[in-house]
């Protein structure tokens, strides 16, 4: 068995807490809509000097930083995102400039919408069993209300910036993180229009569809995991699911039959940050001292794409 596990996180939100309340001086909503159909009571939106390339740069510094190792340890760096400042450089060659990576470092951007950071975690597990220095930085990074249309109520009251970091280390004695990942095409239910497309940059959802989507796709993946890792849901010490709906998670925690304790997450907070949902609330536990050393946390993510990915992993 060859795999990789977690050493240390990171994390970074802006300074602005948006509530209910403020938007509802926006667009016509109410905080009772707000937090009955998703469990969301504030977000954090850039606003001055706020980067997504800051967010992303302070939440890896942070990780890295509680990891012990210096930046020439890294072999690998992948940021997860849909919302970068730049097409090209990619985030993580300004993190290798930032944070003075060595020049053979693995450096790119990986875009899976909200399933992002596990598909950067599996990315950087494969990756780092052929690379040199066994150490990975993944980072999951957004400022979505960078491309959010603030004039449609369905899709601004939702989304919020920050970003998340993980360093983890691949060792042959580490169990594998038996990744489930997956995608269904689709560009009608979630989509952000490219630089050559005719509207603007802005998130068009239809939430129906993607809800149907994430209720189904969610306790799937999350049960293919276990299965593959040979194990039992109840052997799993914490689930970190992306914080798309409060309604989607209660939905998935008792489809699933675990116990909601194991499931608590930071959606009434934060939002929806999309890449950056997974690993804040991971930042989060591991801060907190709920996940502890040697447990182990189910992630999952679900979103645009459609994509979905699952990933079990331990914290070293
Ligand atoms: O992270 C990527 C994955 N994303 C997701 O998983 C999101 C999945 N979808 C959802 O979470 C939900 O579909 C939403 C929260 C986006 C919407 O909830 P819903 O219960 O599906 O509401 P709806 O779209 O069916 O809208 C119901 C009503 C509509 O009014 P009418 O047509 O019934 O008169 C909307 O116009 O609510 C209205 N509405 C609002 N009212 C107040 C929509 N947005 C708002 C709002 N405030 N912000």
């Given at each position: 068995m060859n795999g990789i596990k977690l050493l240390s996180t990171g994390s970074a939100l802006p300074r602005q807490a948006v509530t209910n309340d403020d938007m509802a001086k926006r667009v016509d909503t109410s905080d009772e809509w707000i937090a009955t159909r998703t469990g969301i009571r504030s977000r954090y939106h850039c606003t001055g000097d706020e980067t997504h390339t800051g967010l992303c740069l302070s939440a890896a510094k942070q990780a890295l930083e509680r990891s012990g190792l210096t930046a020439d340890q890294i072999g690998v760096c992948v940021v997860a995102t849909l919302s970068q400042d730049y097409l090209t450089p990619a985030a993580a060659c300004l993190l290798q400039?930032?944070?003075?990576?060595?020049?053979?470092?693995?450096?790119?951007?990986?875009?899976?919408?909200?399933?992002?950071?596990?598909?950067?975690?599996?990315?950087?597990?494969?990756?780092?069993?052929?690379?040199?220095?066994k150490y990975g930085l993944v980072v999951g990074v957004e400022a979505l209300s960078r491309i959010t249309d603030f004039t449609d109520r369905s899709t601004?009251?939702?989304?919020?910036?920050?970003?998340g970091a993980a360093v983890v280390e691949w060792r042959e004695d580490y169990p594998s993180l038996h990744a489930v990942l997956g995608c269904r095409g689709n560009q009608e239910a979630l989509y952000v229009p490219g630089a050559n497309a005719p509207a603007p940059s802005y998130i068009h959802m239809d939430g129906k569809a993607v809800f149907r989507f994430a209720v189904e796709a969610l306790p799937r993946c999350a049960k293919a995991v276990v299965e593959q890792a040979g194990m039992t849901l109840d052997q799993v010490d914490r689930f970190v699911f992306h914080q798309a709906n409060q309604r989607i998670i209660d939905f998935a925690v008792k489809k699933l039959g675990v116990d909601p304790d194991k499931c608590t997450g930071n959606i009434a907070r934060t939002g929806n940050t999309s890449a950056a949902s997974v690993p804040l609330l991971l930042d989060e536990l591991v801060t907190g001292g709920v996940l502890t050393s040697g447990q182990k946390a189910l992630c999952v993510g679900f979103g645009g794409g459609l994509t979905w990915a699952g990933a079990l992993l331990e914290l070293a």
């Open positions: 400039r930032d944070l003075g990576f060595s020049e053979d470092t693995v450096c790119f951007d990986l875009n899976a919408a909200c399933s992002g950071f596990v598909y950067a975690l599996h990315t950087v597990e494969c990756l780092l069993a052929a690379a040199k220095r601004c009251v939702l989304f919020g910036d920050g970003a």
